[in-house]
């Protein structure tokens, strides 16, 4: 069915983030964004074995992540060039599936500096990750197991990623990213600046995107993450108005309908609606786990996505103008 993949991620996104918010567990929108990178069209599904071990491996991770935010924090030698080869090799590494690299430097980048608060903190939120996690594979599962991988998409499926990485130096990919990400890591590091975590976050996910400047994409995702905020604060408006259960899934729903025909659209542009809709996942999640203040805490989170979105896209312009990747006349 031509519209398999479409219902797949919509059924998929609004089960995650309903039912994660309705769980009433740490940091819900991460299972939307999590179900999302995994539903992201041209995917196959990661298969039982994959699956496991990724949740084991990230685990670990995130144990010695923990690790070193109790132990190594106050010794920045020894914590930052961990950190930056583990930012190298996640950009490097492209025959790894994008969103298991991608939850990898997540958890990396953020499991040091969340202990610099709190050591139990740390570990808290690695839980609680991991627990997003789990229930996002779960979500996808059932997703799949409704919409099933059809045919025309096994043909397709993960090919057009390999093929992006045909004429690239990915040395000088990698180490672009490194240049990218890592002067944010060593500023949160050095000044402790946690309300930043969230400009991070979205500056690792953006980054994935090392031609995220060309042509008209910045100014389309930063139009694109404006509308995404925007929805979010309607919604959140909205249920004010009239806080209803069955209404927040409509208006769920609703917006998952928007999106994912953009995302699966096949268009270039399609990448910058999936930026979007992740920052309405972000900006649910703050309605989800805030009180009275929720209004102006939205108002602050996209201050801080269109920040991320503004450097990401000043960065990787200057850096490829001096270190281009792609390898000319091949």
């Known amino acids: 069915m031509e519209h398999t993949p479409l219902l797949r991620c919509v059924f998929g996104v609004t089960l995650a983030l309903v039912g994660s918010t309705t769980l009433g567990y740490m940091i819900p929108h991460m299972t939307a964004i999590f179900a999302l990178i995994l539903l992201a069209p041209e995917k196959k599904p990661l298969g039982l074995k994959t699956e496991v071990i990724v949740v084991?491996?990230?685990?670990?991770?995130?144990?010695?992540?923990?690790?070193?935010?109790?132990?190594?924090?106050?010794?920045p030698l020894v914590v930052l060039p961990i950190l930056g080869l583990s930012i190298f090799w996640s950009f490097r590494l492209v025959k790894i599936p994008e969103a298991i690299r991608l939850l990898f430097l997540m958890l990396a980048v953020l499991l040091p500096f969340i202990s610099l608060k709190a050591n139990a903190l740390g570990s808290l939120v690695l839980s609680s990750?991991?627990?997003?996690?789990?229930?996002?594979?779960?979500?996808?599962?059932?997703?799949?197991?409704?919409?099933p991988?059809?045919?025309?998409?096994?043909?397709?499926?993960?090919?057009?990623?390999?093929?992006?990485?045909?004429?690239m130096n990915l040395e000088r990919m990698a180490l672009n990213g490194l240049i990218v990400v890592f002067p944010v890591v060593t500023?949160?590091?050095?000044?402790?600046?946690?309300?930043?975590?969230i400009t991070l976050v979205f500056i690792v996910i953006l980054s994935f995107d090392p031609f995220i400047y060309q042509s008209k994409k910045g100014v389309a995702i930063l139009a694109a993450n404006v509308v995404g905020g925007l929805i979010g604060v309607l919604v959140y408006n909205l249920l004010v108005i009239s806080p209803s259960y069955l209404l927040y899934i409509f208006l769920i729903i609703n917006v998952a309908f928007y999106?994912?025909?953009?995302?699966?659209?096949?268009?270039?542009?399609?990448?910058?609606?999936?930026?979007?809709?992740?920052?309405?996942?972000v900006v649910m999640g703050v309605i989800s786990t805030s009180s009275d203040n929720a209004?102006?805490?939205?108002?602050?989170?996209?201050?801080?996505?269109?920040?991320?979105?503004?450097?990401?896209?000043?960065?990787?312009?200057?850096?490829?103008?001096?270190?281009n990747p792609k390898i000319l006349n091949a």
């Not at 084991?56 to 010794?75: A, E, N, P, R, T």
């Not at 990750?129 to 919409?147: E, K, T, W």
């Not at 991988?149 to 004429?167: G, L, P, R, V, W």
């Not at 050095?190 to 975590?197: G, Y």
């Open 129 to 147: 990750m991991l627990f997003n996690l789990i229930m996002a594979i779960v979500v996808v599962r059932i997703a799949y197991l409704l919409f």
């Open 56 to 75: 084991f491996g990230l685990g670990v991770l995130g144990f010695f992540g923990s690790i070193i935010g109790k132990h190594l924090i106050d010794y």
């Open 259 to 281: 999106f994912a025909p953009k995302i699966y659209s096949g268009k270039p542009i399609a990448p910058i609606f999936k930026t979007s809709f992740n920052t309405f996942f």
């Open 295 to 323: 209004g102006a805490m939205l108002w602050e989170r996209l201050l801080q996505i269109g920040l991320a979105v503004i450097y990401v896209i000043v960065a990787f312009r200057v850096i490829n103008t001096f270190n």
């Open 187 to 197: 500023l949160v590091y050095f000044f402790d600046i946690s309300v930043a975590l």
């Open 149 to 167: 991988f059809t045919q025309a998409e096994d043909s397709t499926a993960d090919k057009k990623e390999t093929k992006a990485f045909e004429n």
